[in-house]
C-alpha cells in the first residue's frame, strides 16, 4: 500500500536501513524530520531527499504524528526515546512511536509501558528483508501493539514494506522477528555446507544451485546470496555482528520461555568463529568462509 496524504514524520536513525526507508516517507509526500547520531549522514539525507533534520531526538519528534526508529540495539533505542533529549520528551498525546530496530522484547514493553503513561502508542516493527528491501520499499514488517495504534501506522508503513501485518499485542512483532532470525540461522548453515560440499566434490557451483534451487531446497538465501558466496564476496548485506546481537536476544528469550533451539546456539557459535576470521562485518552467507577455512587448516 502507498500513501499520499501529508504526514509530520520524525525518523531516528539513519543506517544502511533508516537511510532508505525515511527516504521512501518523503517521496509518499510526507514532512518528514530526520535525526541521526552522526549529523553529517542526516545532512546527507536532507541534501538527497529534502525534509529537515534535528539535532536530538526530542527535536525531530516535535509536533509528529507518528515517530519511526531504526537503531542499533536495547540502549540505542532507550536513548532515542528517553531522557530530556529523548523523542518521548516532545511527542504529543496520541501520537505514535513505530520502533522498527531488532531488540528484546522486553526492552519493547518497558518503552510501551512508559509511552503509555505519557498518552503515546508504541509498535514494535522490526523488519526483514535486507539492506535491498529497503531501498526497493519491499520490506515485511512484523508488529505488535494495539489494533488501533497499528492501523493508524500501517498506512505510513506501506511506503516502505511489500507486506506489514500485525502480530498480537506488544512485543508480538520482536517475537516474530526471533522467529525469522532463528529460521535464517539454520537455513545459511545448511547453504553453506551445500555449496562447501559441492566444491569439495569438483562440482560445478552454479550448475548444482541452478538445479536444487528449483526444488525443496529452494530459498530466498540460495536465490540471492549463491553468486556472491561462490565468488568469495561478503562486503553487503546483513553483517554477522548484528546476526549475534539478534540471535543473543534469541537465546535469551528461549531461556525464559522454555524453547529449545540447538541448531541457532550451534550456529551463533559458527557466526562467533567468523568474527574471530575478522568477519564481523561481512555478510552473514560468510559461513561457507568458515567451512573453507577449517577445510584448508585440514589439509
Not at 501485518?165 to 539454520?186: F, V
Request: aromatic content about 6%; some cysteine; proline content about 2%.
Amino acid at each position: 500500500m502507498r500513501t499520499t496524504v501529508m504526514t509530520k514524520l520524525a525518523f531516528l536513525g539513519l543506517g544502511v536501513m533508516g537511510y532508505p526507508m525515511a527516504g521512501h516517507l518523503q517521496a509518499a509526500g510526507h514532512d518528514v524530520t530526520v535525526y541521526n547520531r552522526t549529523a553529517a549522514k542526516a545532512e546527507k539525507w536532507v541534501a538527497q531527499h529534502g525534509g529537515a533534520m534535528a539535532e536530538t531526538p526530542r527535536a525531530a519528534a516535535e509536533g509528529a504524528v507518528l515517530v519511526m526508529a531504526c537503531v542499533g540495539n536495547d540502549d540505542d533505542l532507550r536513548s532515542v526515546c528517553l531522557g530530556e533529549d529523548g523523542a518521548f520528551a516532545a511527542m504529543p498525546e496520541g501520537a505514535i512511536f513505530v520502533d522498527h530496530t531488532t531488540v528484546s522484547a522486553a526492552v519493547t514493553r518497558e518503552l510501551h509501558d512508559l509511552a503509555a503513561e505519557k498518552g503515546i502508542a508504541f509498535v514494535d516493527a522490526p523488519v526483514s528483508g535486507g539492506q535491498a528491501g529497503a531501498e526497493n520499499g519491499a520490506l515485511s514488517v512484523m508488529c505488535g501493539g494495539a489494533e488501533e495504534s497499528y492501523a493508524s501506522a500501517e498506512a505510513v508503513i506501506g511506503a516502505y514494506a511489500k507486506l506489514c501485518r500485525r502480530i498480537g499485542d506488544s512485543g508480538a512483532g520482536q517475537m516474530t522477528k526471533m522467529c525469522n532470525q532463528i529460521a535464517i540461522a539454520g537455513l545459511v548453515q545448511g547453504l553453506s555446507e551445500a555449496l562447501h560440499f559441492a566444491q569439495k566434490a569438483g562440482l560445478d557451483g552454479e550448475a548444482v544451485v541452478e538445479v536444487i534451487s528449483q526444488g525443496a531446497a529452494g530459498s530466498w538465501q540460495m536465490s540471492n546470496r549463491y553468486q556472491t558466496m561462490l565468488g568469495d564476496k561478503w562486503d553487503h548485506g546483513f553483517a554477522v555482528d548484528w546476526m549475534r546481537k539478534d540471535l543473543g536476544i534469541c537465546l535469551d528469550a528461549a531461556d525464559e520461555n522454555g524453547a529449545s533451539l540447538p541448531v541457532t546456539a550451534l550456529v551463533d557459535q559458527f557466526y562467533k568463529d567468523v568474527q574471530k576470521l575478522g568477519g564481523g562485518r561481512w555478510d552473514t552467507s560468510s559461513l561457507l568462509k568458515r567451512l573453507q577455512a577449517i577445510g584448508e587448516q585440514a589439509s
